[in-house]
Nanobody
Framework: HVQLVESGGDSVLAGGSLRLSCASSEYMASIFRASSFCMGWFRRAPGKEREKVATLDSDGRPVVADSLKGRFIISSDDAKNTVYLQMNSLKPEDTSVYYC????????????????WGQGTQVTVS
């Protein structure tokens, strides 16, 4: 298992940007050298189910949810053991708790398939 700690959540005005960070307790370069591993960002708005935002697999391939393409970017800095979520042109409907997650297998869009979770960080857009 890996421990994950998110940060960067805040309250912003519509049209603004935020960058969320997810710090891992494990050496990211080693994790991504694993045969199959995935890091991801999910979010859960009040009264809604948790949904996938973006994933980054062990081949370094980023996948962003179709509805968020062009605004959200996932990336990693292996030297800092950190995965980032850059969020641009934020909208009120992006208001959610954002979670970082790890899966010791191929990426999945179903949050139930993921193994390790951070505590979440609140993003509020008004």
């Amino acid at each position: 298992h890996v421990q994950l700690v998110e940060s960067g959540g805040d309250s912003v005005l519509a049209g603004g940007s935020l960058r969320l960070s997810c710090a891992s307790s494990e050496y990211m370069a080693s994790i991504f050298r694993a045969s199959s591993f995935c890091m991801g960002w999910f979010r859960r708005a009040p009264g809604k189910e948790r949904e996938k935002v973006a994933t980054l697999d062990s081949d370094g391939r980023p996948v962003v949810a179709d509805s968020l393409k062009g605004r959200f970017i996932i990336s990693s800095d292996d030297a800092k053991n950190t995965v980032y979520l850059q969020m641009n042109s934020l909208k009120p409907e992006d208001t959610s708790v954002y979670y970082c997650a790890a899966r010791w297998s191929r990426c999945s869009s179903d949050w139930r398939d993921w193994d390790d979770w951070g505590q979440g960080t609140q993003v509020t857009v008004s």
